[in-house]
C-alpha cells in the first residue's frame, strides 16, 4: 500500500525544508504550556457526511478526519454483522488510530533520544465476540474483548535491549490512544433531532 502522492509529497516537502528535530519543535511549546496550562488543551475531531452515501444505505458509510489536509474514508459495516467489509470497518480505524499513535510516539521519543530507526512497524489486532451486537448471546459484552499490539523495532547502530525497551516504555506512555483506552473518559453524546437536542452521557 502507498500514500496518496499529494500526501507524500506534502511530507517530503515538511522533510527537506525544515530541521525536523523533535527537541527543538516541543522546546517552545513546553515553556508555552508551563506559562499557560490552557494553551495545551487540544481537540481532535472526525465527522460523517451522508451527501454521497445516503443516510438511508445500511452498510457503508464516510467519515472525514483531519483538518490540516482532510482524509475522506469511506467505510464499510463489519461482515461478521451483516456488511461487506469492503472499506475500512469502524473497529479497523480504531485499531489504525492505536497502531498510528504508538507509531508517531515511537518515532518522536526516538528523535528525542537521538536514536536514529531504520525500519518501524505497528501491527494491532482487535477481537471482540458480535453476538450481543446482533442482540442475541445475552451475557456477551458488546464492544471488543482482546487487544493485543506488536512491535517491530530496528535501529541504527549498535543499541543494546534494555535502550530500545525504554523507548518503547517512553512511547507507550505517551501514547494518547493507548492511554485513552487503557483508562477510558465518559463519553457525553448530544442527540439532536432537527432543531431539538438533547445531551446524556
Not at 512491535?151 to 507507550?172: F, I, Y
Amino acid at each position: 500500500m502507498t500514500l496518496q502522492p499529494e500526501h507524500q509529497r506534502h511530507i517530503r516537502t515538511i522533510a527537506s525544508a525544515k530541521l525536523l528535530g523533535v527537541r527543538e519543535r516541543q522546546m517552545l511549546l513546553r515553556q508555552h504550556y508551563n506559562n499557560v496550562p490552557d494553551a495545551a488543551w487540544v481537540q481532535d475531531h472526525a465527522r460523517t457526511v451522508d451527501a454521497q452515501v445516503p443516510a438511508s444505505h445500511p452498510i457503508h458509510g464516510h467519515v472525514i478526519c483531519g483538518e490540516g489536509i482532510p482524509v475522506d474514508v469511506p467505510v464499510s459495516v463489519h461482515r461478521a454483522v451483516g456488511g461487506e467489509s469492503d472499506f475500512p470497518c469502524p473497529g479497523e480505524i480504531l485499531a489504525a488510530a492505536l497502531a498510528s499513535c504508538l507509531d508517531t510516539a515511537i518515532r518522536m521519543i526516538a528523535n528525542l533520544k537521538g536514536i536514529e530507526l531504520a525500519h518501524l512497524e505497528v501491527q494491532v489486532s482487535l477481537g471482540a465476540d458480535v453476538r450481543r451486537t446482533l442482540m442475541t448471546g445475552e451475557k456477551v459484552p458488546v464492544g471488543f474483548q482482546t487487544a493485543s499490539l506488536k512491535v517491530d523495532l530496528k535501529a541504527k547502530g549498535e543499541l543494546q535491549e534494555a535502550q530500545l525497551h525504554a523507548l518503547l516504555d517512553a512511547a507507550e506512555n505517551s501514547c494518547v490512544i493507548l492511554q485513552t483506552l487503557q483508562a477510558p473518559p465518559p463519553v457525553q453524546i448530544e442527540r439532536c433531532f432537527g432543531a431539538a437536542a438533547r445531551i446524556s452521557s
